[in-house]
């Protein structure tokens, strides 16, 4: 069974789709679009507050559409599953610590403009600069915490502790919405390539401490007249 957020999520998705797609100035043919990110992702807030963060990699897959609205502008629906986390350190002393690795999957919409910059014909290479907000819903997470503390019977030793659970609707909530923005450069209107940033703008702990989602990597887009 579909849980409500996720139907509304897409829905919310296709009804952009057709709403644009019946009022959009049809100078140039639609494109489909194929999504690719591979970035480094962490949390900001209070949350990791002097917590030493190690790199996270993370992926975002997923499809889209383009509207042109101008010979520059377009509009760019997205639906995208998106990895988004944390892998961060809070030490104790020189032998006690605490580390974390929370991996979070999450089904993003990203309705944004895309602008591009040089020269607008088919068959030329300039830049380009997209941005927009997303909203997320988180589907499935694994976390792991490990735990390194002294030995109280045995001066000298330490006890090293492993958990692994889930962290969606106990430590964080499911629902993300922030922004994101991009820069690189599109080749003859098919391959475009760049680095990306994302910025969660919604507090996703459930305690008093705040955590916001954060990445950044490198994008491709791939455009299609059509998908067989």
């Not at 809070?90 to 690795?101: F, H, V």
Request: with cysteine.
């Amino acid at each position: 069974m579909i849980p409500p957020m996720i139907k509304h999520l897409v829905f919310t998705f296709l009804g952009i789709c057709l709403l644009v797609n019946s009022v959009s100035a049809q100078k140039s043919r639609t494109k489909k679009i194929f999504h690719f990110e591979a970035k480094s992702a962490r949390f900001s807030g209070d949350g990791v507050g002097g917590e030493t963060y190690f790199f996270k990699p993370a992926f975002e897959v997923g499809f889209g559409i383009k509207y042109p609205l101008t010979s520059r502008v377009s509009f760019n629906p997205e639906l995208t599953l998106a990895q988004k986390g944390f892998h961060g350190k809070t030490n104790y002393s020189d032998s006690t610590y605490t580390e974390r690795n929370l991996s979070l999957n999450y089904l993003d919409i990203s309705p944004n403009f895309e602008i591009k910059l040089g020269s607008v014909s088919e068959y030329s290479t300039g830049f380009s600069v997209w941005a927009g907000p997303y909203m997320g819903v988180g589907l499935w997470d694994n976390a792991s915490y490990t735990i390194r503390t002294a030995n109280p019977t045995k001066p000298g030793a330490y006890v090293l502790n492993t958990t692994s659970g889930e962290s969606f609707s106990r430590d964080i909530r499911r629902l993300d919405m922030g922004f994101k923005v991009g820069v690189g450069v599109v080749s003859q209107n098919f391959v475009s390539v760049g680095l990306t940033y994302q910025a969660g703008l919604m507090n996703i702990a459930t305690d008093s401490k705040s955590l916001y989602n954060q990445s950044l990597g490198f994008y491709m887009r791939v455009f299609f007249d059509e998908i067989l």
